[in-house]
């Protein structure tokens, strides 16, 4: 089992920034990726951000140029970095891991982080 604690939500004003942080503890052996997800009242779960364990990212096409994922293999710790938030980019945020496995892979959760932009 993989344990993810999400944290650095927050109320943040239009333009501002939030940087949020994702440890994960337990067996994080043959974790391939992490993301972080969003879901906002009445809307899908949608991906945010994504980094596999070779570095390689992927952006949600609405926050690219803004927001910026990072992890730290050491310390089993994955990031998010918001700049220029905008009051659509509030939601809750969730931190995802994927280990690799057969037939299909393993996804564990974080329990969520609230972001609110104010416009």
């Known amino acids: 089992q993989v344990q993810l604690v999400e944290s650095g939500g927050g109320l943040v004003q239009a333009g501002g920034s939030l940087r949020l942080s994702c440890a994960a503890s337990?067996?994080?052996?043959?974790?391939?990726?992490f993301g972080w997800y969003r879901q906002a009242p009445g809307k899908q779960r949608e991906l945010v951000a994504a980094?596999?364990?070779?570095?390689?990212?992927n952006y949600l096409d609405s926050v690219k140029g803004r927001f910026t994922i990072s992890r730290d293999n050491a310390e089993n710790t994955v990031y998010l970095q918001m700049n220029s938030l905008k009051p659509e980019d509030t939601a809750v945020y969730y931190c995802?891991?994927?280990?690799?496995?057969?037939?299909?892979?393993?996804?564990?959760w974080g329990q969520g982080t609230q972001v609110t932009v104010s416009s």
């Open positions: 995802n891991a994927r280990r690799l496995g057969y037939p299909l892979p393993s996804d564990y």
């Open positions: 337990g067996t994080t052996f043959g974790i391939q990726s």
């Open positions: 980094i596999g364990g070779s570095g390689i990212t």
